[in-house]
């Protein structure tokens, strides 16, 4: 889709209430490297394979995406992490 980004990953639970999305921008300086500003959260139904984010704002050199299955014993152990450079 032109300017969004689409994440995308696979529903190996069984007994998801729901996914949970964070995301973090990071900001490159040659003084400090990537600085990551604070995590957003978003959340989508049970069974959703994908998520519809806009572009990151600009001068974000990168983002960086984990998604956890949710239920009501709480998050899933392991998040699958992705992170990407601006286009």
Not at 11 to 23: G, Y
Not at 54 to 73: C, D, M, T
Request: net charge neutral; glycine share 8%; hydrophobic share 35%.
């Amino acid at each position: 889709a032109n300017g969004k980004t689409k994440l995308t990953w696979k529903d190996k639970s069984n007994n998801e209430d729901a996914f949970l999305i964070k995301r973090s921008y990071g900001f490159y300086s040659d003084a400090t490297g990537v600085e990551w500003g604070l995590p957003t959260e978003s959340q989508v139904p049970k069974n959703t394979e994908s998520y519809l984010d806009v572009l990151p704002p600009e001068g974000a050199s990168f983002v960086k995406y984990e998604v956890w299955a949710k239920n009501a014993a709480g998050n899933s152990a392991n998040a699958a992490t992705v992170q990407a450079g601006r286009p």
